[in-house]
């Protein structure tokens, strides 16, 4: 058996700023292909003992060391490595692999990839979706944490704003261009009689103009994309950041994104961010949400209930 070396560099060299990711395994790092199922793990756990000199290992259960040995996926363990260190980041597990271990059984399995040095804790009591979020929030709020990011499967964006990003399958490029929005970038949004402005180093990068809806006690809010700087590169971290911030910050159910005025064609945006709470509006694509009028139907369609 063996591991190829990480991406992880001068790990000891690593500044302890309070920067953290929290990060659910499931849905982030894992390719969910389930190879360990076709492994003898018995033998993983004494290969690991001997490895490690360390018989930690005879008490983690042998479904936790095959998912962490066989299941992740090397793309978004490299990823996570260039957010590490790129930010000098530290991590807290928020998923259900918490549950069942120590905070020193987490290290020695994310020894495996040398990020048990930059491991520090777990903060999900079990792995009910309310109970989780509220985990988060109590973890963030006890220990006064202002620089973060949320890594998750479930959608968090209306308890932690542009915290979050929400990650469905595996983590991307683009995860490291957001994170960027929130530790290195000098960020301010200002608003004033319905229009919101994201300035970034005190330039204007993106201006949005809203309005507000209440629909059978649904609050919907849609906005009308009036100027964005920057198409090629970070355009669309700028409206997903401000995006998740309005979600926060007004209490809204549904967002809808008017990209009609302005022309976006190297942004394509449309249908990327068609998911959670969010649709856009742009009558240059072919999709179903190309009207607010469309997009109220669907969302009265999915609370009927």
Known sequence: MHKSETFLKNNDNI??????????????????NNNSEKHDLNKLKEYLQIKYNDNIYSNIKNSDIGTVFYDFDNISLGILYELIERYNANLVITNALSNSNTLDQLKALLRIYDLDKVLIDSCIKDSDYNNRKESIKEYISNHNIDNYIILDEYDYTKEFGQNFRRTTNKLKINDINYANLLFNSSIKIIEENNNIKLLSDNKEVLSF??????????????????????????????????????????????????????????????GSLDSNNIYTINKSYNDINHSIQDCKRKILSLNKN
Do not use: H, W
């Open 15 to 32: 500044r302890k700023d309070n920067n953290i990711i929290f990060l659910n395994i499931d849905g982030t790092i894992t390719n969910n």
């Open 209 to 270: 103009q809203y309005d507000n809806y209440n629909i059978n006690n649904i609050k919907i809010m849609n906005n009308k994309l009036k100027y964005i700087y920057c198409l090629e590169y970070g355009g669309k971290q700028y409206i997903e950041y401000l995006l998740n911030y309005l979600t926060y910050a007004k209490d809204v159910d549904y967002i809808l994104l008017d990209t009609n005025n302005i022309k976006i064609d190297e942004l394509n945006i449309s």
